[in-house]
T-cell receptor, first 115, second 118 residues
Framework: DAKTTQPPSMDCAEGRAANLPCNHS???????VYWYRQIHSQGPQYIIH???NNETNEMASLIITEDRKSSTLILPHATLRDTAVYYC????????????????FGQGTILTVHP | DVKVTQSSRYLVKRTGEKVFLECVQD?????MFWYRQDPGLGLRLIYF???????EKGDIPEGYSVSREKKERFSLILESASTNQTSMYLC?????????????????FGAGTRLSVL
C-alpha cells in the first residue's frame, strides 16, 4: 500500500467546510483512496472512497488531483459531531478471502470542530 | 446501511476468566475481522474469517481463539483473560467478493468493546 501523509491536526469552525488533505505521491494506478474516521471511543467509520474521479456521498466529498498524488476530503458543513481522527488510506482492492484485506491506520488528522 | 453489532460496549473481567466477545453483521458479508486497538499501537489484527468455519490467524493471535458457525456471527474468545488483554476490541466486516470493485475493500466496524481485565 502506498504511504500517505496527513497533517497531525486541524481546526474548523462549526458550519464551515472542513478540507482535510492527504498526500499519496507514490500511489499506483490500481490503488484506491479510502477515508475513514474515528470518533473518540467509537469504532472507525467508513466515509468515502475513489479511484480517480471526484466522489460525493451524503457524508462528504472526495477530490482527487489529476495526477492522483494527493486528495482532499471535504466535509461541507462541519458540526461538533465531526470532531474525530480522520484517516486516509491508499490500497489495491483485495477481493475474496484474504487477511491481506486487514486495515492499518497511520496517525491520521485530528479534526477539532469548535463552536 | 451496513450494521455491525458488538454485544457489549464495556466489559470488566477477572484474570483467568474465559471471555466471549460477540459480533453480528447484517449484510451477508463473507469476511469478518477482529482487531484490538491500543494507544500508540494502532489497529492490530487478531483473527480473520473468510467464510463459515474458516479462519486465519492475524498478527497477534496468541491468547485468543475465534468461532464462526454462522455467516453473520463472528466470536472472539479469550481463553484465560490476562491484564495485558485490556484493550478496545473492534469487529469489522467487508464484502470480499461481492459488490463494486472499489467497495470490496470497505470495512464496516462495530462500536467496539472496551475490555478491562483486573
Amino acid at each position: 500500500d502506498a504511504k500517505t501523509t496527513q497533517p497531525p491536526s486541524m481546526d474548523c469552525a462549526e458550519g464551515r467546510a472542513a478540507n482535510l488533505p492527504c498526500n499519496h505521491s507514490t500511489i499506483s494506478g490500481n490503488e484506491y483512496v479510502y477515508w475513514y474516521r474515528q470518533i473518540h471511543s467509537q469504532g472507525p467509520q467508513y466515509i468515502i472512497h475513489g479511484l480517480k474521479n471526484n466522489e460525493t456521498n451524503e457524508m462528504a466529498s472526495l477530490i482527487i488531483t489529476e495526477d492522483r498524488k494527493s486528495s482532499t476530503l471535504i466535509l461541507p458543513h462541519a458540526t461538533l459531531r465531526d470532531t474525530a481522527v480522520y484517516y486516509c488510506i491508499v490500497r489495491v482492492v483485495q477481493a475474496g478471502g484474504t487477511s491481506y484485506g486487514k486495515l492499518t491506520f497511520g496517525q491520521g488528522t485530528i479534526l477539532t470542530v469548535h463552536p | 446501511d451496513v450494521k455491525v453489532t458488538q454485544s457489549s460496549r464495556y466489559l470488566v473481567k477477572r484474570t483467568g476468566e474465559k471471555v466471549f466477545l460477540e459480533c453480528v453483521q447484517d449484510m451477508d458479508h463473507e469476511n469478518m475481522f477482529w482487531y484490538r486497538q491500543d494507544p500508540g499501537l494502532g489497529l492490530r489484527l487478531i483473527y480473520f474469517s473468510y467464510d463459515v468455519k474458516m479462519k486465519e490467524k492475524g498478527d497477534i493471535p496468541e491468547g485468543y481463539s475465534v468461532s464462526r458457525e454462522k455467516k453473520e456471527r463472528f466470536s472472539l474468545i479469550l481463553e484465560s483473560a490476562s491484564t495485558n488483554q485490556t484493550s478496545m476490541y473492534l469487529c469489522a466486516s467487508r464484502p470480499g467478493t461481492s459488490g463494486p470493485w472499489g467497495a470490496k475493500n470497505i470495512q464496516y466496524f462495530g462500536a467496539g468493546t472496551r475490555l478491562s481485565v483486573l
